[in-house]
């Protein structure tokens, strides 16, 4: 049976106090809607429509990057019912079930998922809602049950007394069987404190009519959680981030304190790499296995080999570490860094778009900006690649084997060949050919007595 998705995004997100559409606040470093998605594809749905509305276009432009997505606008936002009835042209062709998603409900699981949509196809309900019992389940919809079969959802502002005693809530996840859905949502009246077109109110319109509604509910309630406020974004972060040590770790990551250490979903790590406290590892990172990431580090887009070292407080985006590389501490590799197998970079050292070849060293004080740096050079302290003239960025070529002395600027474009050396204090104007040393620097002149002199005035 066909499988067509419906995700609810227009809301205002109002108590998330923000300038930012609350489905695009990003939960371990994707927008929560991104995680949303991610699981709504393991379903294969035949269409998957967004109903966007507050900031529609900012959302639909985040939402870009997902391919046959369609987009409805509800505007203005009047409920959830309303906002399921603006798909009605969208899927005019569509037959089978609609799963409905939150946007804003981002930990629901794919086994979660398949088990609500099986349950809803087996039974051949006319609707079939995803329930949690928690222990507080406030601002949740309470799923009113007579004996065993739900009865009908009842929203918090509209609940008596007894009815927010029950703890069983309703997700906002749903199947529905399409046949005759859309003219039932547009019975749903807008009658309650908020004066909304709820579509929870549908489950009591089935029941009235006698037709089949059935629940499923989940074991881990986790699982559910809506994000209302930036204090329900900080606790569905930290279970996401949970997840991640705690799958991490099960696959053979030393992960010191995993309450400290935040792991984007996408990042992969190989077997015994050790993550001090306090590491940030984000977007699409790769490290390899045997590596050890000290506290205070901050990687970015990174791809890192086997048996690295990254000492403390280093910040490293869309760079590449090769094998037994070493760096930090305080270094920044930035923008198409490549420090390949065996190279060291030190204390504040900066690489950007740079390659510091096999076996290479920098280990203090240097800027190394557009420059290709072959295997076995050795950079001395407070070496600068003066890479921009004003107008443009040149490249620095330093070949393999050369030796670059101490406080040495290269004014690029230069090539300092192979083996060649740069004597300390050096400004290199000119290329340098291989085997040669290169030194600027005046005859050191050394006047006698002059201190004494001075003081005797
Ligand atoms: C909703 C449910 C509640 C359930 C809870 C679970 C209703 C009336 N209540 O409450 O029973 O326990 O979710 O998290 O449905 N949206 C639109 N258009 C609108 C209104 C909302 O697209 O006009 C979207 C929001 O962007 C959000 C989702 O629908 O993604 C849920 O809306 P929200 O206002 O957060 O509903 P809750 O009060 O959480
Ligand atoms: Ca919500």
């Not at 004597?423 to 290199?428: K, P």
Request: net charge neutral; glycine share 10%; aromatic share 4%.
């Amino acid at each position: 049976m066909d499988v067509h998705l419906v995700i609810l995004a227009a809301g205002k997100g109002t108590r998330m106090k923000s300038a930012l559409a609350k489905v695009l606040h990003r939960v371990a470093g994707l927008p929560m809607i991104d995680h949303v998605l991610a699981t709504a594809a393991t379903v294969n749905p035949r269409s998957r429509t967004v109903v966007i509305g507050h900031q529609a276009l900012i959302v639909q432009v985040a939402l870009a990057g997902n391919e046959g997505l369609t987009f409805v606008v509800q505007e203005p936002q009047l409920g959830t019912a309303h906002a399921l009835l603006t798909t009605e042209l969208a899927l005019r062709n569509a037959k089978g079930t609609v799963v409905l998603l939150s946007g804003d409900v981002p930990l629901l699981s794919p086994a979660t998922l398949k088990t609500l949509l099986q349950r809803h196809q087996t039974t051949g309900a006319a609707a079939t809602v995803l329930t949690a019992i928690v222990d507080d389940p406030h601002s949740y919809g309470r799923v009113v049950r007579t004996g065993e079969q739900i009865a009908r959802i009842v929203e918090e502002k509209d609940a008596s007394p007894a009815e927010r005693e029950i703890r069983e809530i309703n997700s906002g996840i749903y199947a529905f069987a399409l046949d005759g859905l859309f003219d039932a949502v547009r019975s749903i009246a807008a009658q309650n404190s908020q004066n909304e077109y709820y579509l929870p109110d549908l489950v009591g319109i089935y029941r009235q009519r006698g037709l089949g509604v059935e629940t499923v509910t989940v074991s881990n309630p986790d699982e559910i959680r809506g994000i209302n406020s930036r204090l329900e974004l900080a606790e569905v972060s930290r279970i996401v981030r949970q997840q991640k040590t705690t799958e991490l770790m099960a696959e053979g990551v030393t992960i010191e304190d995993p309450a400290t250490a935040y792991i984007d979903r996408d990042v992969t790590i190989g077997r015994d790499t050790v993550i001090h406290p306090v590491v940030s590892i984000e977007g699409h990172t790769t490290i390899g296995s045997g590596c050890e990431i000290h506290s205070g580090t901050r990687i970015v887009d990174s791809t890192i080999g086997d048996r690295v070292t990254v000492f403390n407080h280093c910040v490293i985006t869309n760079s590449r570490l090769g094998d037994d590389a070493h760096v930090g501490p305080f270094a920044h590799l930035r923008n198409d860094a490549d420090v390949r197998e065996h190279a060291r970079v030190g204390n504040f050292v900066e690489l950007k778009k740079t390659v510091l070849g096999a076996g290479s060293k920098s280990m203090h004080l240097a800027y190394l900006g557009d420059a290709t740096i072959g295997n076995k050079v050795n950079i001395g302290a407070g070496t600068i690649t003066c890479n921009y003239d004003g107008e443009k960025k040149n490249r620095t070529v330093i070949e393999d084997g050369a030796f670059i002395g101490s406080d040495t600027q290269l004014i690029a474009p230069v090539t300092v060949g192979k083996g060649a050396y740069v004597g300390s204090g050096t400004t290199i104007r000119e290329n340098v050919p291989p085997d040669a040393l290169a030194v600027s620097a005046g005859k050191q002149r050394n006047i006698e007595n002059w201190v004494t002199n001075r003081k005797k005035k």
